[in-house]
């Protein structure tokens, strides 16, 4: 089943019941009454909208009359600031009674599957704990809880009244398991968590979780253009002022590169001439500031020249330009170090 039509209302009524659990395979969990967020004020056709408090007898009166029938219920959603109208067919089949209960004649499953308490719902959201640090090792870490996401509604006992409470709650379940209700705001849902709090995890605390309690840590409200669980805007945009850089250069490109420069120079007219014993063929570049091996062969070319006198070993070679100068003569040709 699923809900009928809603009305805005901006201000939460005054008194109102406040789902805390929705039964599974319930009546109610075959429709959209979310714990913890909606409340009950009453039913279609008894203007209980006018009434300073809701008639608690008179709405349980009209659950079991309409046992097996449709029943419109009026629920208020804190999210939405409205109230829509819920059907519900009210039933007792989908409860199957225990052997203690069958021996009861007085026992009696419930008709919605709901779990209510009177307050006043612009109030009852204010006590949530915001979880904004989980150290690493830890056992909320292992109970999943989510920093700056997650928020702490209650626990299987129902809600908690005041910021204390929630801390004597953990430290007296110390060794026991705990379980609360875990509201996670990226993806817009209520989940079931089981914590053990413990002094021997490693770390400081109980938890190992760090809370944000009071005005500033309430849970904000949802962006209805927002997809629950997709990346927020400001996350997912894109700076233009930015473009992607290249920051990987293979070494083939400065190989080639290097290759056709010293070419280029062995090609062209002012190409000097190098005397002295032929070197091997390795040559390292200075670009960027990396050392590549060249494969190329400089050879010795003999000049005609009045310096036949002079040895290999006593002549120092002309430095022919900036592209290149002689690092030290080797038994097969010059090393040549490129210069940039």
């Known amino acids: 089943m699923g809900a009928g039509q809603s009305s805005s209302e901006a201000h939460a009524p005054s008194q109102a019941l406040h789902v805390l659990r929705v039964t599974p395979s319930s009546p109610a969990s075959q429709t959209n009454i979310e714990p913890f967020f909606d409340f009950v004020t009453g039913f279609e056709g008894d203007s209980l909208s006018s009434h300073t408090n ?29 109230t829509r109208v819920v059907p519900i067919t009210p039933s007792r089949e989908w409860s199957q009674l225990s052997s203690e209960e069958q021996d009861d004649s007085n026992a009696q499953p419930s008709l919605l599957g709901l779990s209510m308490r009177m307050c006043t719902p612009e109030f009852a959201l204010d006590n949530v704990w915001h979880v904004l640090d989980v150290l690493e090792g830890s056992p909320a870490e292992s109970a999943g809880l989510v920093p700056l996401g997650d ?21 007296a379940h110390v060794d026991k398991p705990l379980q609360v209700y875990v509201y996670s705001h990226d993806f817009d849902a209520l989940r079931e968590v089981v914590l053990v709090p413990n002094r021997h995890w490693g770390g400081d605390g109980l938890l190992g979780c760090v809370f944000g309690f009071g005005l500033l840590h309430r849970i904000p409200p949802q ?20 473009h992607e850089e290249q920051l990987f250069v293979p070494a083939d490109t400065h190989f080639e590169s290097q290759v056709n420069r010293v070419t280029e120079w062995q090609d062209s007219n002012e190409t000097p001439v190098y005397r002295g014993t032929p070197m091997g063929h390795n040559s390292f ?49 010059f090393n040549v170090l490129l210069a940039p």
């Open 223 to 242: 962006d209805p253009d927002r997809i629950p669980g997709s990346t927020p805007p400001l996350l997912a945009e894109e700076d233009e002022g930015y």
């Open 285 to 333: 570049s200075e670009i960027s500031g990396q050392e590549t091996a060249i494969p190329y062969h400089i050879r010795e070319e003999e000049e005609e020249e009045e310096e036949d006198d002079i040895s290999p070993s006593q002549e120092t070679p002309r430095r022919p330009s900036s592209l290149a100068h002689i690092v030290s003569p080797g038994p097969q040709g």
């Open 54 to 82: 809701i008639n608690v007898n008179e709405l349980e009166q009209i659950v079991e009359n309409h046992e097996g029938r449709v029943l419109n219920l009026l629920v208020w959603s804190s999210k939405n600031q409205d």
């Open 151 to 171: 928020y702490i509604l209650g626990w299987s006992g129902g809600v908690l009244s005041a910021e204390n409470d929630f801390y004597d709650l953990i430290e």
